[in-house]
C-alpha cells in the first residue's frame, strides 16, 4: 500500500526558514517524481515543486524560486522542501504528492495528509 | 494567479449530469495531459482522471473528461450528494516548467 506522510510544518516568523519531510513508502521511490503541492485557507491548489526520480532535475513556481529548494533522499525513500525567506503568503497546508511517473507531469496519484505552514509575526 | 480557467461553480439535481471546463493554453493543455482531482473540505486531492480521459481503479465511469485543443472538460453524469466536492484540473506547462492547477470548480447538488 502506498503511504505518504508528510512532517515539519509549523508556525515561523516572517523571513525565517522551515524544511518539510515526506516519507514514502509502498512503492519504488526512484520510479516516481514527486512534487510539493500547497494550499491557501480558503484557496485553490497550488503547485509548488516537483523533482524528478532521480531527482536530476528540480522545477519551482515562480512563486518559491530562489527561496525554496526541493530534494530526495533516495536511500531513505524521503522528499524534502527547504522554504527560507518565508513569506505571510506562503500560509497554506504543503501536500506531498507522487506523480504517476519518473518525470514531473503533474498527473499526481497519491497524495500526503497534508502539514500547515504559519508564517506571521 | 491559475493559468488555467474553470467555472467557479456548478450545480445540477441529483441523477443529471454536469460537466466542469477546464481552459489553458498551447504551452499547458494544449501540448500535455490533463488530470482532473476531487477534493472535499479538510481533506487531500483524489485523483479522478490522468492522461486526459483514463481513470485510476477505483474510479466509477459516471467520472469522464476529455481533451479538445487548449481545453478539457470533466463529466460527472447520474450525479450523487456524495459528489458534492471542489474539482481542479492540472497539467504541465511547457513553457513556465511547472506544473499548473485550475482555479477550482465547486460542485452542488441541488
Known amino acids: 500500500e502506498v503511504q505518504i506522510l508528510e512532517s515539519g510544518g509549523g508556525s515561523v516568523q516572517p523571513g525565517g526558514s522551515l524544511r518539510l519531510s515526506c516519507a514514502a513508502s509502498g512503492f519504488t521511490f526512484t520510479s516516481h517524481a514527486m512534487n510539493w503541492v500547497r494550499q491557501a485557507p480558503g484557496e485553490g491548489l497550488e503547485w509548488v515543486s516537483g523533482i524528478s526520480g532521480t531527482g536530476a532535475s528540480t522545477y519551482y513556481a515562480d512563486s518559491v524560486k530562489g527561496r525554496f529548494t526541493i530534494s530526495r533522499d533516495n536511500s531513505r525513500n524521503t522528499l524534502y522542501l527547504q522554504m527560507n525567506s518565508l513569506r505571510a503568503e506562503d500560509t497554506a497546508i504543503y501536500f506531498c504528492?507522487?506523480?504517476?511517473?519518473?518525470?514531473?507531469?503533474?498527473?499526481?496519484?497519491?497524495w500526503g495528509q497534508g502539514t500547515l505552514v504559519t508564517v506571521s509575526s | 494567479q491559475s493559468v488555467l480557467t474553470q467555472p467557479p461553480s456548478v450545480s445540477a439535481a441529483p441523477g443529471q449530469k454536469v460537466t466542469i471546463s477546464c481552459s489553458g493554453s498551447s504551452s499547458n493543455i494544449g501540448n500535455n495531459h490533463v488530470s482532473w482531482y476531487q477534493q472535499f473540505p479538510g481533506t487531500a486531492p483524489k485523483l479522478l482522471i490522468y492522461?486526459?480521459?483514463k481513470r485510476p481503479s477505483g474510479i466509477p465511469d459516471r467520472f469522464s473528461a476529455s481533451k479538445s485543443g487548449t481545453s478539457a472538460t470533466l463529466g460527472i453524469a447520474g450525479l450523487q450528494t456524495g459528489d458534492e466536492a471542489d474539482y481542479y484540473c492540472g497539467t504541465w506547462d511547457s513553457s513556465l516548467s511547472a506544473g499548473v492547477f485550475g482555479t477550482g470548480t465547486k460542485v452542488t447538488v441541488l
Open positions: 492522461d486526459n480521459y
Open positions: 504528492a507522487r506523480e504517476l511517473v519518473v518525470v514531473a507531469a503533474t498527473q499526481l496519484d497519491h
